[in-house]
């Protein structure tokens, strides 16, 4: 199993995160060509080789090259990222960072997710940050991403809502339940962004499981301090253990007096805001009426929105809540030659076993429309492809 450990010794900020990738590997020429896929300008990114306390590591720092006033909505994020070129994993990912953020703030400030403008993340660098963060992590495509506990710093910081306390509020709400300790530093070691990266990618907190170091890379911060290096330190290496789960929760409602037209509406919100599954099942309610219910998996922290969503989506006047454990196959994807061209395989894997492989839908869709022919055909001669390509035929 491959994985990256993120050791927080000094925190984690965006530019810290991009520093210690690059540092681990990833090619800066590579990232900032994907980057310019947003079609987003008026920014530079500049990687070069720093110190902190005699460690030598990579430091990014991301100008902008001209001042912005713009204070960004969540679909003005959207909008960006959507239209871009990227891949869709690197898409979905950086939605799924940004809606880490966007939910802190919607809780910090009561307010409905949609009213929320991002100041200090909604700027370029922190959207290059993000969105780099994303482009780095489909690159080098761990199994699993496991998390030291995660240091938060102290003091005060200045944002656009004034002087806040370290850990800043939208910190806090972003990082509930994941280990995590004050003190270390006397600055804000982790910040939102930051804060966002870990919890969107990380699998395992504070993990015991043996790991078999390959790579070492630091990300060097823009503070100096003398107690502590400000560094990011980040391991790429191999665990002999299969990937394990993760917690998650299931979100479930029955609803029996709604159109249901609208449960189509309600689950494309519902995947928009990060939930990993949303589905129906039939049943009998009382006086024999039939009626559904709506469930929705979702991560731990994700759980208000989707109560948010719900509630002011459906008809329902009450959710119950179940939190469980989801174990999952380790995936890989890569992308094949077949008679129609280039389409994406994802491979699942078990004990390092391959169990599982299959063409990705949207793919088959999109050749069968563009070609006029039969879904089961496409998905049959590209299934056939794979079978030829794996077996040497």
């Known amino acids: 199993m491959k994985i990256l450990f993120y050791d927080c010794f000094s925190g984690i900020s965006g530019d810290m995160n991009l520093g210690a990738m690059i540092d681990l590997g990833v090619d800066k020429a590579f990232l900032i060509s994907e980057l310019t896929k947003l079609n987003l300008k008026g920014w530079e990114l500049y990687a070069e080789k720093d110190q ?7 430091k990014v720092t991301v100008k902008q090259t001209h001042h912005e006033h713009t204070h960004r909505h969540l679909s003005d994020i959207e909008k960006i990222i959507s239209e871009s070129s990227l891949d869709k994993k690197i898409k979905d990912l950086s939605m799924k960072i940004f ?3 966007a939910v802190a703030e919607a809780s910090v400030h009561d307010i409905p997710i949609n009213e929320v403008h991002f100041h200090e ?19 080098l495509n761990p199994d699993a991403v496991f998390v030291s506990t995660l240091e938060l710093g102290s003091g005060f910081v200045n944002c656009d809502h004034g002087t806040l306390p370290v850990p ?9 339940g994941i280990p995590s300790k004050t003190g270390g530093v006397n600055f804000e070691a982790t910040t939102p962004t930051g804060a966002a990266i870990i919890a969107a990618l990380g699998t395992h907190f504070n993990p015991v499981t043996p790991v078999r170091i390959d790579k070492t890379g630091y990300g060097v911060g823009h503070k100096e301090n003398p107690a502590v290096p400000n560094l990011l330190r980040v391991f790429l290496g191999e665990s002999d253990e299969p990937s394990s789960g993760h917690d998650a929760l299931r979100l479930e409602c029955n609803i029996d007096d709604m159109n249901p037209e609208f449960f189509e509406y309600i689950s494309e919100k519902l995947f928009k805001a990060g939930a990993s599954d949303v ?5 009998i309610m009382k006086k024999g009426r039939p009626g559904n219910v709506l469930n929705v998996i979702c991560e731990p922290g994700l759980g208000g929105i989707v109560k948010e969503i719900i509630f002011t989506e459906s008809t329902s006047v009450g959710i119950r809540t179940f939190p469980f454990r989801k174990d999952t196959l380790s995936r890989k994807f ?3 030659k077949t008679p129609y061209g280039g389409v994406t395989v994802k491979r699942s894997y078990y ?5 599982s492989c299959k063409p990705e839908f949207d793919d088959c869709r999109k050749i069968a429309l563009e070609k006029n022919i039969p879904l089961k055909e496409v998905y049959n001669n ?8 794996d077996h040497n035929i």
């Open 52 to 58: 902190r306390h005699g460690i030598g590591g990579t």
């Open 351 to 355: 004990n390092e076993k391959e169990v």
């Open 168 to 176: 800043a509020p939208a910190t806090v709400e972003i990082i509930k």
């Open 279 to 283: 589905y129906l099942s039939g049943i």
């Open 334 to 336: 890569e992308v094949i």
């Open 382 to 389: 590209i299934m056939a492809s794979i079978v030829i390509k």
């Open 121 to 139: 993340v909604g700027a370029i660098d922190s959207i290059i940050d993000i969105v780099g963060a994303a482009i780095c992590f489909n690159s």
């Open 99 to 101: 809606m880490k953020v």
